[in-house]
């Protein structure tokens, strides 16, 4: 049965599925906590990102290979790569929190941490190379930058999630999962959480635009009643210079999660990087980014475990595009697992590369 969703221009439908041991090594490193995702097409290979901050070996990103030929699909982590600091030597432990990464032409990462606020540790946006470098670190507006009060800021776990460059390369997109301490509450049971959505200009460093997304309520009462729950964005991809995929992905306990992907345009939204805190500011109405469901992943016959990761791959041989998802198993094999869901998408064109006849 072909299960799909469309909304406006845009239509998915799920191909396959699959997952990684939840036991796997790899270069002496456990495979897990896979949080964000990027497609390499000169060699048609994904780099995910593992957000251990260094509890289980240092922060490091995985190279993998995913092959699907119509029906089965089939991926395999080729090798880890730890990340460097600029003095070239690992990240010590609980320094970065590695939740996203971005690939740019001539083979940049660009990576994003949390942070860890209330260690006083600072988001970050870094370009990194392949190679697991530290090149440079991307400047952020202050606003997003912890204070010892914590009353400001990005907050413990719900700092950048979602990182994007667009097709042309020239703009960086940010994204954190819930709104700053200073702009309003987390998403809970009937409540939505104003977050943000930066802009950057990569020939100058600029953040040209910050934009105000909604992340929607948490959908799910937990069981019991009073037991955790939360909604936020996990990633988000670019479709272009204006609009983007965002995935918002939630979880209630006793019900389990729900991952959702939004299509959002810039255009007609306000521009709120000179706003320092939503709930102080003079105009009370600045026009969020307009969101359209595009899947419910839940309605397309499949179970989602903790997605959060999103990248699109090669163009399929109907022309359509692939569309990968990546889960965050938490490093809990006996309950989650490391799930790999490939859909196909209408609407989006693929680029035009030329690779390289061997070596791959």
């Known amino acids: 049965v072909v299960v799909s969703a469309s909304a406006a221009d845009l239509t998915v439908e799920l191909l396959a599925q699959t997952a990684l041991p939840g036991d796997l090594e790899i270069d002496r490193t456990s495979v897990g906590g896979l949080s964000g995702l990027t497609y390499d097409p000169g060699c048609d290979l994904f780099y995910t990102i593992s957000d251990d901050r260094g509890s289980l070996a240092p922060p490091r ?23 460097r600091d600029i003095e070239g030597a690992t990240f ?40 697991g470098s530290l090149i440079g670190i991307q400047g952020l507006p202050e606003h997003f930058l912890p204070e010892a009060e914590g009353t400001r800021g990005v907050r413990d776990n719900l700092g950048f999630e979602g990182l994007a460059v667009s097709p042309d390369g020239s703009l960086l997109f940010v994204a954190a999962e819930n709104a700053l301490l200073q702009d309003g509450p987390v998403a809970d049971l009937g409540v939505e959480s104003p977050t943000r959505l930066l802009k950057i200009e990569l020939s100058s460093g600029r953040t040209v635009a910050e934009y105000l997304y909604q992340v929607g309520p948490v959908p799910d009462e937990p069981r019991p009643a009073t037991a955790f729950r939360t909604n936020g964005i996990s990633e988000i991809l670019a479709l272009d210079n204006e609009r983007l995929l965002v ?31 939503l709930r102080d500011m003079d105009d009370p109405n600045p026009a969020p980014l307009n969101k359209v469901l595009v899947a419910d992943i839940g309605e397309l016959g499949v179970e989602p475990d903790n997605i959060e990761g999103m990248a699109f791959g090669p163009a399929l041989p109907d022309g359509r595009r692939l569309l990968v998802l990546i889960s965050d198993n938490n490093f809990q094999p006996s309950v989650q697992i490391n799930q790999l869901l490939l859909l196909a998408v209408s609407g989006v064109e693929a680029p035009v590369v030329s690779r390289p006849e061997a070596g791959i």
């Not at 290979?65 to 089939?74: A, L, M, Q």
């Not at 990464?101 to 392949?130: K, Y």
Request: proline share 3%; no cysteine; hydrophobic share 40%.
């Open 61 to 83: 990103f995985y190279t993998l290979k995913i092959r699907f030929d119509g029906e089965d699909v089939e991926a395999s982590v080729l090798g880890a790569t730890l990340l």
């Open 92 to 131: 010590a432990r609980g320094d970065i929190d590695p939740e996203a990464l971005a690939l740019i032409e001539g083979g940049t990462l660009f990576l994003a941490s949390e942070g860890v606020p209330h260690r006083g540790i600072d988001p970050l946006v870094g370009r990194f190379g392949l190679d």
């Open 247 to 277: 995935l918002e992905r939630s979880f209630s306990v006793g019900v389990g999660n729900r991952v959702r992907i939004y299509r959002v345009d810039l255009q007609g939204a306000t521009d709120i990087k000179d706003i320092d805190s």
